[in-house]
T-cell receptor
Framework: GAGVSQSPSNKVTEKGKDVELRCDPI?????LYWYRQSLGQGLEFLIY????????KSGLPSDRFSAERTGGSVSTLTIQRTQQEDSAVYLC???????????FGQGTRLTVV | DAKTTQPPSMDCAEGRAANLPCNHS???????VYWYRQIHSQGPQYIIH???NNETNEMASLIITEDRKSSTLILPHATLRDTAVYYC?????????????FGQGTILTVHP
């Protein structure tokens, strides 16, 4: 596709369940980023990948959060044992090079009930 | 990352220039200034970035002061569709690049 694609666009899950959020970056983009945005709040950095490696995981809020990227393309953000405070819009972005612009997807709206 | 300071909100009349200021007094020599905007319910959109020279593209102009401690984003002819939250970010690139730190931004409202 032409842009960053995220799926699902909306996810409602029960507290305690695991969820997987998927990001398809723009083809050829080596850098991929995950952010989350709680209602009415700014964007919170979670993690970024350069190729398949994640140099900086310090933004992950707890050990319930993990992310991987395979083949230098698709990335999956996994949240285990979801809590209500995990409810937010999870945004993915990719960029061609480290000093260039980052293109954002439309996000996955996660609601934990 | 250097901290940025932006006014929480601004208004602009349609068709007029919108000038959005940003202070980044602790910016380092290798840090770039980036501007993004977020229209309601959408992902952020890149606008422009620069290091020390003024930059212009089809969306906007970026004016960076000589001491690099502040900058101004200029939308030359604002339209209603430019109503959004505008974020000013400084980032050094390299291993810290991905950690674009978004502050609260400036809510720009363009009115008829």
């Amino acid at each position: 596709g032409a842009g960053v694609s995220q799926s699902p666009s909306n996810k409602v899950t029960e507290k305690g369940k695991d969820v997987e959020l998927r990001c398809d970056p723009i083809s050829g983009h080596t850098a991929l980023y995950w952010y989350r945005q709680s209602l009415g709040q700014g964007l919170e950095f979670l993690i970024y990948f350069q190729g398949n490696s994640a140099p900086d995981k310090s933004g992950l809020p707890s050990d319930r959060f993990s992310a991987e990227r395979t083949g230098g393309s698709v990335s999956t953000l996994t949240i285990q044992r979801t809590q209500q405070e995990d409810s937010a819009v999870y945004l993915c972005a990719s960029s061609l090079m480290i000093y260039g612009e980052a293109f954002f997807g439309q996000g996955t709206r996660l609601t934990v009930v | 990352d250097a901290k940025t300071t932006q006014p929480p909100s601004m208004d602009c009349a349609e068709g007029r220039a919108a000038n959005l200021p940003c202070n980044h007094s602790t910016i380092s020599g290798n840090e770039y200034v980036y501007w993004y905007r977020q229209i309601h319910s959408q992902g952020p959109q890149y606008i422009i970035h620069g290091l020390k020279n003024n930059e212009t593209n089809e969306m906007a102009s970026l004016i960076i002061t000589e001491d690099r401690k502040s900058s101004t984003l200029i939308l030359p002819h604002a339209t209603l569709r430019d109503t959004a939250v505008y974020y000013c970010i400084v980032n050094a690139g390299g291993t810290s690049y991905g950690k674009l730190t978004f502050g609260q931004g400036t809510i720009l409202t363009v009115h008829p």
